[in-house]
Structure formats: structure tokens, C-alpha cells
């Protein structure tokens, strides 16, 4: 494997309502006549910025992928200058910002197959988004649903603490939750 690190090229997107996205993509400029080069989205997990996902996008391109990956807003850098009232939610990053980075994709890339890498959260994401039919490949990586009372009763309460009572109380203490869930 090549230890070249290919910069990517740095852009915004906008999402359905118009909320602009910062997005980065690795695009091959030769295409060979009988295959399209497939083209991953990488969504990232909840919080992360699309920047940890860059080595990761660099070797998908070195092996045959265009990739784009993109910070959900409120996020990164499409972070707004201060989050005070500044109203978002996972629902959101699936119904207006993956879905607005679907529909670039599939104009920037118009008939190269659709991949999407999906890191947490943005396993979720991909059922949010109404042109996710264009996506004919999806991987996850912990997409968990963290619902207690899905795990084996010996671990229930244990799960029903760290997803739900113990997530909670530094944002209550901090007076401050950024999903507005729990304020």
C-alpha cells in the first residue's frame, strides 16, 4: 500500500433546506470506458469530524473508490460560529443533510454506483434519507440501537445506566444539551 496521502478537494453542499455542509472528495480524474469507479459517502458518528475519516478515504481512493465525506451541521466545520440556539438533531443529519449529500453525489457522479460507509449514528441515517434507494451498497460500523431491554437480562441494568441515566447527567449539570433532548 502506498503511503502518498492524496489531498482532497474541499467544498460546500447544501443540504435540503438549504444549511450549507463543508464536504471533502477524492475524485479520480480517469474513468476507464467499460467500468464507473463506485463512489463511497462516509457518514460519520455522531460528533466526529469528517477529518478523522481522511486516511480511511485516502486508502478507499488508492484502491478504486471517488469518496466524499461531509460534517452534518452543527458539527466540524459546518459548525455555525456559536451553537447557542442553534437547533439540530440526528433526524436532521438523515432528512437534510445525508439526503442533500445523496442527491450531489448522484448529479456530481451521475451513474457511478453509490456506496456508503456508515460509522454509528450514520448507519441510521441512511433509512432517513428519501433518495436512499440511489445507495446500492451500505456498510456499518456500530450501528448499535441502544435500547436496554434489548440485551441479556443479567446486563440490563447495566445498559439501561450507561445509555440512558448516565449520558444524561453532565449536559443537566452543564445546563446544556445539544440535541435539546433532556433540557
Known amino acids: 500500500m502506498s503511503t502518498h496521502f492524496d489531498e482532497p478537494q474541499k467544498f460546500l453542499v447544501s443540504a435540503v433546506d438549504g444549511y450549507p455542509l463543508d464536504a471533502s472528495a477524492w475524485i479520480s480524474q480517469s474513468e476507464t470506458f467499460f467500468t464507473k469507479r463506485p463512489v463511497v459517502i462516509i457518514n460519520p458518528a455522531t460528533s466526529v469530524h469528517s477529518r478523522y475519516y481522511n486516511h480511511f478515504a485516502n486508502y478507499l481512493y488508492a484502491n478504486g473508490f471517488d469518496v466524499v465525506t461531509y460534517d452534518y451541521r452543527g458539527i466540524g466545520n459546518s459548525r455555525p460560529n456559536t451553537l447557542r440556539g442553534f437547533d439540530a438533531s440526528w433526524i436532521d443529519w438523515g432528512t437534510q ?14 451513474g457511478q454506483p453509490i456506496h456508503v460507509v456508515a460509522h454509528s449514528v450514520g448507519g441510521f441515517l441512511v433509512g432517513l434519507a428519501e433518495s436512499n434507494h440511489l445507495v446500492s451498497r451500505v456498510f456499518t460500523m456500530g450501528a448499535q440501537f441502544a435500547y436496554w431491554k434489548d440485551y441479556a437480562r443479567p446486563r440490563r441494568l447495566a445498559m439501561f445506566w450507561r445509555w440512558w441515566v448516565f449520558p444524561r447527567q453532565p449536559p443537566r449539570l452543564a445546563r446544556r444539551y445539544p440535541s435539546g433532548c433532556c433540557s
Not at 99 to 104: N, V
Open 97 to 110: 443533510d445525508f439526503e442533500g449529500i445523496l442527491r450531489f453525489v448522484a448529479t456530481k457522479f451521475c
